[in-house]
């Protein structure tokens, strides 16, 4: 339920579902449901969902470049440039010329994320990046999100790693029961919990580890 609840908030979000009550803001402007609005506003939005939403007739190369091209208006050439430079980035450039289904669980997630960046979109939606990608893989999301934020890229990420949230994120908000429980600047909610839902949540993180 919890999962479905953080998959629902990133789709309403990203303009891809309509709320039943309230408004959504981003960056202090009114987010637009009708039809042609909201349409223009999706451009602006990059999103990387859990399932990675890759189009499995395409290759790697295919995926990053078709919406450049036909979204964004982005001639083939220049679109092409800009994806075999992420795919250098993710070290995916051997497998640029492979469809999805020919690809393991983490190289779908970085041709996803590199799709996401290409468009270099206004914000960024990031549901769990890190799945399915081994520790080396998972220090270099971290560092590719730290250097957006130095570029002022307006990120809102969805993660159960406390120690990857902790590190990636500026602000916070901790949901549990359906309900915001917590929120506000990451290291101050990190070191100081005050509800009873978030502490139990660290100390079982610690546990774990």
């Keep these: 339920m919890f999962k479905f609840l953080y998959f629902s908030i990133l789709r309403i979000i990203a303009g891809i579902e ?4 309230g408004e959504i803001y981003i960056n202090n402007k009114r987010v637009e449901f009708d039809e042609k609005k909201i349409r223009e506003y999706r451009k602006s939005i990059g999103v990387v969902f859990q399932a ?3 189009f499995p007739h395409l290759t790697s190369l295919e995926n990053i470049v078709l919406p450049l091209n036909k979204i964004h208006k982005v001639k083939v050439g220049d679109a092409t440039k800009i994806a075999e430079e992420l795919l250098e980035r993710f070290q995916l450039s051997e497998h ?21 960046l290409a468009i270099k979109s206004e914000v960024l939606l990031l549901d769990e990046p890190t799945t399915a990608l081994d520790p080396e893989l998972t220090s270099q999301v ?23 949230a902790r590190q990636a994120c500026d602000n916070l908000i901790f949901i549990s029961g359906g309900k915001i429980k917590e929120m ?26």
């Design 18 to 21: 309509r709320p039943d009550s």
């Design 52 to 54: 990675y939403n890759l």
């Design 96 to 116: 640029r010329d492979k469809r999805p289904s020919k690809l393991s669980g983490g190289q779908q997630q970085r041709v996803a994320l590199a799709r996401a």
């Design 142 to 164: 971290l560092s590719m999100i730290l250097e957006l934020e130095k570029a002022n890229k307006d990120l809102i990420l969805v993660t159960h790693e406390m120690g990857f």
């Design 184 to 209: 506000g600047d990451s290291s101050k909610v990190f070191s100081t919990p005050k509800t009873k839902e978030l502490q139990n949540f660290l100390d079982k993180i610690l546990e774990w580890k």
